[in-house]
């Protein structure tokens, strides 16, 4: 088949499997596709996204599937835009996200010679399918990346193709979670049981915990982080009177955000059941550990086991908030600012280092039927493309409003995702870039201790001193740089369009703040 037949027929695959967006960067190989999808997007039947760097545009359609559900084509020409597609690929892989990675490619009998841009495309991103045909994709769900290699020959384009004759956009419902097909694993109330809802555990954690009367551990982007959620949990783990007697864990999602959860799950005297698979499991799993799709309770536990954890949780939350109130100026008095500036319905992209884990202890729990959309990359929890993922997430989503929390370090590496061009989509959105100059998480690590001080600031904190006002400016993004007194009137205020509020903090405090949350979780615990 021609290059120009080949890009038709994937054209009609895609609008007919439901497809509403698609990305694009742009190349000569790839020209019959880029001229489908511009066709496609004029004809209104789907939408078209144009990027020049392959990388953002790769997390960019991983942002777009993950809040549309549905999947999502990112097109790229041959070589190294290939492998620009990386990084989204294994997110997308790991956290279950349908991005279609649609790469061009030179005609196979010229692999192994000096041909330009030619390389061994095929295989390029372990793990993901690959689709042979491009008939098959018309089979790929919404829920796993998938990877597509066109083998083009020349003429790349021939004149005259009418690419939207006879295409319509079926209405295809985006993915939905798959019903077991048998029935739930029932448990008995009994053992002292927690239940844990990781990345992306929907509501089930919480419907679960509230039937059975168990204390429920939520992570921010778990999608249960409501109703009866205790938010002080990940500090509650490191009481050993209380975290040490318990018997039973039940896990959803992906967790994966902090240590006290790993060392839970990876205990030797406690049973897990996690709904999921290893592929969600953080740990290995060990003899205690059983696999199910679905779970139920046979019952209502001792109202007693919740009710120790609920007065713990009070008790270590009035802690945090004197915390807070005492230290105005730090990343977690930030992140109780953008949570609480989030309003029902409202969409919240976070990323994956310090400020996801800041947000996990403050975060207050949202009222059922009220809930936010919080997002983070954890399936490789890397900070790499944030900025596009947000602007995904936000263009893909009908949110009252969207937010996304981020570090320094987050968004200068990620900031090209900034660079839209003047014709293309853009959401509403309002980055908080979190400014203390440098990887503020190394602190709280090992690496951060006083025995490592020499190396620490180049090797670990990296500070860069970059003007992130001058480089909003080169994208020609509205930016304020704010107290963190003033964020609060700041996120009152949206300009519309991306914007950028930067709030600047000290950062040689912060393993001394760390410490003092453990102290303030000891001390309330520690009442009579």
Same mark, same amino acid.
């Given at each position: 088949?021609?290059?120009?037949?080949?890009?038709?027929?994937?054209?009609?695959?895609?609008?007919?499997?439901?497809?509403?967006?698609?990305?694009?960067?742009?190349?000569?190989?790839?020209?019959?596709?880029?001229?489908?999808?511009?066709?496609?997007?004029? $004809?209104?039947?789907?939408?078209?996204?144009?990027?020049?760097?392959?990388?953002?545009?790769?997390?960019?359609?991983?942002?777009? &599937? +993950?809040?549309?559900?549905?999947?999502?084509?990112?097109?790229?020409?041959?070589?190294?835009?290939?492998?620009?597609?990386?990084?989204?690929?294994?997110?997308?892989?790991?956290?279950?996200?349908?991005?279609?990675?649609?790469?061009?490619? +030179?005609? $196979?009998?010229?692999?192994?010679?000096?041909?330009?841009?030619?390389?061994?495309?095929?295989?390029?991103?372990?793990?993901?399918?690959?689709?042979?045909?491009?008939?098959?994709?018309?089979?790929?769900?919404?829920?796993?990346?998938?990877?597509?290699?066109?083998?083009?020959?020349?003429?790349?384009?021939?004149?005259?193709?009418?690419?939207?004759?006879?295409?319509?956009? @079926?209405?295809?419902?985006?993915?939905?979670? +798959?019903?077991?097909?048998?029935?739930?694993?029932?448990?008995?109330?009994?053992?002292?049981?927690?239940?844990?809802?990781?990345?992306?555990? *929907?509501?089930?954690?919480?419907?679960?915990?509230?039937?059975?009367?168990?204390?429920?551990?939520?992570?921010?982007? &778990?999608?249960?982080?409501?109703?009866?959620?205790?938010?002080?949990?990940?500090?509650?783990?490191?009481?050993?009177?209380?975290?040490?007697?318990?018997?039973?864990?039940?896990?959803?999602?992906?967790?994966?955000?902090?240590?006290?959860?790993?060392?839970?799950?990876?205990?030797?005297?406690?049973?897990?059941?996690?709904?999921?698979?290893?592929?969600?499991?953080?740990?290995?799993?060990?003899?205690?550990?059983?696999?199910?799709?679905?779970?139920?309770?046979?019952?209502?536990?001792?109202?007693?086991? @919740?009710?120790?954890?609920?007065?713990?949780?009070?008790?270590?939350?009035?802690?945090?908030?004197?915390?807070?109130?005492?230290?105005?100026?730090?990343?977690?008095?930030?992140?109780?600012?953008?949570?609480?500036?989030?309003?029902?319905? *409202?969409?919240?992209?976070?990323?994956?280092?310090?400020?996801?884990?800041?947000?996990?202890?403050?975060?207050?729990?949202?009222?059922?039927?009220?809930?936010?959309?919080?997002?983070?990359?954890?399936?490789?929890?890397?900070?790499?493309?944030?900025?596009?993922?947000?602007?995904?997430?936000?263009?893909?989503?009908? &949110?009252?409003?969207?937010?996304?929390?981020?570090?320094?370090?987050?968004?200068?590496?990620? &900031?090209?995702?900034?660079?839209?061009?003047?014709?293309?989509?853009?959401?509403?959105?309002?980055?908080?870039?979190?400014?203390?100059?440098?990887?503020?998480?190394?602190?709280?690590?090992?690496?951060?201790?006083?025995?490592?001080?020499?190396?620490?600031?180049?090797?670990?904190?990296?500070?860069?001193?970059?003007?992130?006002?001058?480089?909003?400016?080169?994208?020609?993004?509205?930016?304020?740089?704010?107290?963190?007194?003033?964020?609060?009137?700041?996120?009152?205020?949206?300009?519309?369009?991306?914007?950028?509020?930067?709030?600047?903090?000290?950062?040689?405090?912060?393993?001394? @703040?760390?410490?003092?949350?453990?102290?303030?979780?000891?001390?309330?615990?520690?009442?009579?």
């Amino acid at each position: 088949m021609s290059a120009t037949g080949t890009a038709h027929r994937l054209l009609r695959i895609l609008v007919e499997h439901g497809v509403t967006d698609a990305v694009l960067s742009p190349g000569s190989r790839s020209a019959p596709v880029a001229l489908a999808l511009r066709a496609a997007d004029a $004809a209104g039947l789907l939408r078209l996204h144009v990027r020049v760097d392959e990388r953002e545009a790769g997390f960019l359609a991983l942002g777009l &599937s +993950r809040t549309s559900h549905r999947l999502v084509p990112v097109v790229t020409t041959s070589g190294t835009a290939v492998a620009n597609l990386h990084p989204a690929m294994l997110e997308a892989l790991h956290a279950g996200v349908g991005v279609l990675a649609v790469t061009a490619d +030179r005609p $196979a009998r010229l692999r192994g010679t000096g041909a330009n841009q030619t390389t061994v495309q095929p295989g390029i991103f372990p793990g993901v399918r690959a689709v042979q045909a491009v008939g098959d994709v018309a089979t790929l769900p919404a829920d796993a990346p998938a990877h597509l290699n066109l083998e083009l020959d020349e003429p790349l384009v021939e004149p005259g193709t009418d690419w939207t004759a006879g295409l319509v956009a @079926l209405p295809v419902a985006g993915h939905t979670r +798959r019903i077991p097909d048998g029935p739930p694993l029932v448990l008995d109330p009994g053992p002292r049981t927690v239940v844990l809802a990781g990345d992306e555990s *929907g509501a089930r954690a919480r419907v679960l915990a509230r039937d059975a009367g168990w204390p429920l551990l939520a992570e921010p982007t &778990s999608g249960s982080r409501t109703g009866g959620a205790l938010p002080t949990y990940r500090l509650l783990l490191g009481h050993e009177p209380l975290a040490g007697r318990v018997e039973r864990v039940v896990s959803f999602g992906h967790p994966t955000l902090s240590r006290p959860v790993t060392r839970l799950l990876a205990r030797a005297d406690v049973d897990v059941v996690h709904v999921g698979t290893q592929a969600t499991y953080p740990v290995p799993a060990g003899p205690r550990v059983t696999f199910t799709d679905e779970v139920a309770a046979d019952g209502v536990a001792d109202p007693a086991w @919740l009710q120790e954890w609920t007065d713990a949780d009070t008790r270590v939350q009035r802690g945090v908030d004197a915390l807070l109130a005492a230290h105005p100026d730090s990343g977690l008095a930030v992140a109780r600012v953008v949570a609480e500036a989030l309003p029902p319905g *409202g969409l919240l992209v976070v990323g994956a280092s310090q400020p996801i884990r800041d947000l996990d202890v403050v975060a207050r729990p949202w009222a059922v039927g009220e809930r936010r959309y919080v997002v983070a990359n954890r399936g490789l929890a890397g900070i790499d493309g944030t900025v596009s993922t947000a602007v995904g997430a936000a263009l893909a989503r009908d &949110s009252s409003r969207a937010l996304a929390l981020m570090g320094d370090l987050t968004f200068l590496h990620g &900031s090209n995702g900034l660079l839209v061009g003047p014709d293309e989509p853009r959401p509403d959105l309002t980055v908080v870039v979190v400014n203390d100059d440098g990887g503020a998480i190394f602190s709280t690590l090992e690496q951060g201790g006083p025995e490592h001080a020499d190396a620490f600031e180049r090797v670990f904190a990296t500070p860069t001193g970059a003007d992130l006002g001058a480089l909003c400016a080169g994208y020609r993004v509205p930016h304020r740089r704010v107290e963190p007194a003033g964020l609060s009137d700041a996120l009152a205020s949206p300009v519309g369009g991306i914007e950028v509020v930067e709030v600047v903090l000290r950062r040689d405090d912060r393993r001394a @703040l760390d410490a003092a949350l453990r102290s303030a979780t000891a001390e309330a615990l520690a009442e009579d």
